[in-house]
Every structure is written in structure tokens, then in C-alpha cells.
């Protein structure tokens, strides 16, 4: 079959094209990309080698494209990646998440309705759900947790959900969708925790923990989750959200003092600086549906994870090195240059 994809030049797109090359050879795999600040091509250099493989430079709210795209390919089966995903820009620039997160996920549902494709599945977030308090571990996401928003790029991703299910109900979609935990893994863009800290370590710049650092999130590595979309996409119910998630609970400020040991470097590198605006306390999401009806469980233990993204980082210093040389600096400064250290 062919599937198409967005957002496949970013972290988890392009972990899952080498996912399905790899794993389903005889499948085409067909790419759609803006190539935001957050989109690399280089990332892809190995799949545009391979002749199931295609790629398309394209806005997902560019309808027109996105429909001579659907008229030349003809997917069987389109999963949506393409997003704005950071919840510190989504507090500086609301607006091109409403655009590409909500606006660019009705133009992929409308391509689908007017080429007949037999399947889309909406990659979301288990951040729809809003946050847990730090004080009852007993509590977990389900798929019938009320959605209740924090950030702007939470709100976004919730709407496109509430979308999904009005498109699949109103208009016969045959859609999924997964809501999965904090991914960390090759290829993470270095603005988000995990590549932020091991970068700014090896350059023994210092660790920003926002906060006391107590805020904890449930990490997958990102193989898992790519396995999970793949399950659902062929094997998974339509109508159905599916909550994706490790069981592995962690506070920031373990996580940057496991990143210190293993390392090598000092926590004195570690600077507690002022808290994000309506920063979300706790997610943990319980995966239990997934596993009971498609088999799914994490096989990657965190410590292990950490250890092969701590050795990718290591040997593609290239990869990072050019994207912190480039743009991303002008943002860093900005977010970071006035922030209030805390001690
Ligand atoms: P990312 O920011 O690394 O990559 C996003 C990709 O989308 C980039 O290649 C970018 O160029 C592309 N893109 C952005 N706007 C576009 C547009 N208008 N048209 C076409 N392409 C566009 O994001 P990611 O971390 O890989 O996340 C992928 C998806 O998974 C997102 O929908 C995100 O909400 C969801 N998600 C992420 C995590 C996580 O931990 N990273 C966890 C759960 C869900
Ligand atoms: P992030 O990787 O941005 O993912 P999300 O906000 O979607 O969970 O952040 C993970 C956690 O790390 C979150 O609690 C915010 C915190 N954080 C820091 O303490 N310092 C940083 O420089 C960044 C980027 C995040």
C-alpha cells in the first residue's frame, strides 16, 4: 500500500519512515513537508536513497497542493505528524499552531474524503489531557479522560482531535487517533528536554531546569511509539483513540542528573531558571487499551534508550551542531539570554 505521511522531515515522522522502510519494504512511503525550522531534509538523506520513498515540499494548509499530491499518489492510508510541537514557542506565537495544528489537519481530512482514503490516523498527545497532581500516583490518563487544556499547542492539538472525531461521526472518515506520552530518541529537535541538555552538556553550557524541576513526564522511546502508529494504522479500530505510553515516570531534574553521569560533566552545570507559564505538573497515561486489543507494550527500557540517544548524539554531532549554528540560535537567545536564574 502507499501511505502517506506529514511531517515526516521532524523527530517522530522521520523515525517512522525508517520504521516502515525497514519494516514493511513493500509498502511506498509518500512524505509532505513544510520544512519548518523544526523540518530537516538532511534527516532523510538514507530514505531518499530508496526508490519506495518520495518527498514533497509542501504546507499541510496548502490546499491545492495537498490535493495534487493526493490526485498523483493516491495514498491508501494518510497519517498526520505535521505540527507546530513546542509548548514554550506556542506561548510566544499562538497562532501558526491554530494554523497548521487545526487549519492544516481539516485540509489532510478533506483530501482523504475527496480521494477515498481508506484510512487517516491523527498522531496527538497525551497533553490534551491537561496535567495530574504530583500527589496522587494512583491517578492515569484514559482514553475517557475529560480533555482539558493547558497550553496553546495542547488546546491546538485537542481541537484537531474534537475534529477528527467530527469528521469520522459526520462525514463516515475512517479515522484513529493515538495520544501518546513524551518521546526522546535520533533526531529530536535540541529545543526539547532531553537533546537540549545532552547538547548544551557536551558543550558544557548550562542545564536551564524551569522551576524546582519537579514536573514529571512518562517517556517512551521513540521506536515504541512509531510501532504503536504502525499497529493501530493497520490493525486498529476506526472511531477508536488509543493512549500510548511507557509506564516510565521521571522528574525533570532526575532526567538532567541522569544526562550529568552519564555524561561525564559536573551538575554544577545545572541552573534553575523561571518556570513556563502554566507549566503541567504530572502526565502518565495508561496504556492498557492498546495492549489489551492490538498486543503493544514498550520494549525499550529508559535507561537503555538513554544510553543509545546519548550514543546517537555522540556520533551525529554534525546533525545538531548545524542546526544550533543556524537560525535556532536567534531563538535560544530569546527564550533563554533574559530568562530569571533561580539559583
Ligand atoms: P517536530 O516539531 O520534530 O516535527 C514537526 C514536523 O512537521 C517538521 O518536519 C516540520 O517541518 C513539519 N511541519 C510543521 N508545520 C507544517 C506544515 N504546516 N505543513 C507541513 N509540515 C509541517 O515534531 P515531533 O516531535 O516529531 O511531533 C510529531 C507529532 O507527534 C506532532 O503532531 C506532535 O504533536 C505529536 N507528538 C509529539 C510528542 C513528542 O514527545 N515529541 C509526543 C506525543 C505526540
Ligand atoms: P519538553 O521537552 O518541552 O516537552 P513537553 O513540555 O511537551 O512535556 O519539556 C519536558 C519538560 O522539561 C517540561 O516539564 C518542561 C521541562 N523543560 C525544562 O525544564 N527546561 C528546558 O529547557 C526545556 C526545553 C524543558
Not at 522531515?9 to 519512515?17: K, V
Not at 475534529?163 to 501518546?180: D, H, K, N, Q
Not at 512509531?226 to 532526575?254: F, P, Q, S, W
Not at 537560525?327 to 530569571?340: C, F, I, L
Request: glycine share 6%; charged share 25%.
Amino acid at each position: 500500500m502507499t501511505i502517506l505521511l506529514t511531517g515526516g522531515a521532524g523527530f517522530i515522522g522521520a523515525n517512522f519512515i525508517y520504521f516502515e522502510l525497514k519494516n514493511h519494504p513493500e509498502d511506498r512511503i509518500v512524505c509532505l513537508d513544510a520544512l519548518t525550522y523544526a523540518g530537516n531534509l538532511t534527516t532523510l538523506a538514507e530514505a531518499l536513497k530508496n526508490p519506495n520513498f518520495a518527498f514533497y515540499k509542501v504546507n499541510i494548509c496548502d490546499r491545492p497542493a495537498v490535493y495534487e499530491i493526493f490526485e498523483k499518489e493516491q495514498p491508501d492510508a494518510v497519517v498526520n505528524f505535521a505540527a507546530e510541537s513546542h509548548v514554550d514557542r506556542s506561548i510566544e506565537t499562538p497562532e501558526i499552531f491554530l494554523q497548521t495544528n487545526i487549519l492544516g489537519t481539516q485540509v489532510m481530512m478533506d483530501a482523504c474524503r475527496r480521494y477515498g482514503t481508506k484510512r487517516y490516523h491523527q498522531v496527538s498527545t497525551d497533553e490534551v489531557y491537561g496535567d495530574l497532581p504530583l500527589d496522587r500516583p494512583e491517578l492515569f490518563f484514559t482514553e475517557e479522560t475529560p480533555i482539558h487544556t493547558s497550553s496553546p499547542y495542547s488546546a491546538s492539538k485537542a481541537s484537531a482531535d474534537l475534529l477528527v472525531g467530527a469528521y469520522c461521526r459526520t462525514f463516515g472518515l475512517p479515522a484513529t487517533i493515538s495520544r501518546c506520552s513524551n518521546n526522546y530518541g535520533p533526531y529530536h529537535f535540541p529545543e526539547k528536554l532531553i537533546p537540549l541538555m545532552i547538547a548544551n552538556a557536551l558543550n558544557d553550557k548550562p542545564l536551564p531546569v524551569y522551576g524546582k524541576g519537579e514536573n514529571v513526564r512518562d517517556w517512551l522511546y521513540v521506536e515504541d511509539h512509531c510501532r504503536a502508529i504502525d499497529l493501530i494504522l493497520r490493525k486498529g479500530t476506526v472511531g477508536e483513540v488509543y493512549n500510548v505510553g511507557g509506564h516510565n515516570e521521571m522528574r525533570n531534574i532526575d532526567i538532567v542528573k541522569l544526562i550529568c553521569r552519564k555524561l561525564g560533566k559536573p551538575e554544577s552545570l545545572i541552573t534553575f531558571v523561571a518556570d513556563r507559564k502554566g507549566h503541567d505538573m504530572r502526565y502518565a497515561i495508561d496504556p492498557s487499551k492498546i495492549h489489551r486489543e492490538l498486543g503493544w507494550l514498550p520494549e525499550t527500557k529508559f535507561a537503555d534508550g538513554l544510553d543509545r540517544t546519548i550514543d546517537w548524539y555522540l556520533t551525529h554531532r554534525d546533525w545538531w551542531e548545524t542546526i544550533l549554528s543556524g537560525e535556532y540560535r536567534n531563538y535560544y537567545e530569546k527564550m533563554y539570554g533574559n530568562r530569571e536564574t533561580l539559583g
